[in-house]
């Protein structure tokens, strides 16, 4: 099993930035393809992000690419979503998660095929 932390999140105004941080502990990190989700009010949870096992492969939603950039660093055992030009659209609670069975280059957008979950960082973003 693998633990996750998630924080960074924040109050910030249209066209800032943030970066969420997500600390990994347990099982050795690396063994995990690792993605983050964000869940807005009154929305299904979506995919925001996705990065392999040695972060040689990545992949974005969308509304995000060019704006959000996902990166791990496996000696600390951490993952992070940078976050610029944000929108108030990206308000949410963002979530960091772990896929097991993801691979170096295979990443899944699918929040069913993500077995553990950090407990969520509120983002907000003012107009």
């Known amino acids: 099993q693998v633990q996750l932390v998630d924080s960074g999140g924040g109050l910030v105004q249209a066209g800032g930035s943030l970066r969420l941080s997500c600390a990994a502990s347990?099982?050795?990190?690396?063994?995990?393809?690792m993605g983050w989700f964000r869940q807005a009010p009154g929305k299904e949870r979506e995919f925001v992000a996705a990065?392999?096992?040695?972060?040689?492969?990545?992949s974005y939603r969308d509304s995000v690419k060019g704006r959000f950039t996902i990166s791990r660093d496996n000696a600390k055992n951490m993952v992070y979503l940078q976050m610029n030009s944000l929108k108030p659209e990206d308000t949410a609670v963002y979530y960091c998660?772990?896929?097991?069975?993801?691979?170096?280059?295979?990443?899944?957008?699918?929040?069913?095929?993500?077995?553990?979950w950090g407990q969520g960082t509120q983002v907000t973003v003012s107009s």
């Open positions: 347990g099982r050795t990190f690396s063994g995990y393809a």
């Open positions: 990065i392999g096992r040695i972060g040689r492969k990545t």
């Open positions: 998660a772990a896929d097991e069975h993801g691979g170096i280059y295979s990443l899944s957008p699918l929040r069913g095929d993500y077995e553990y």
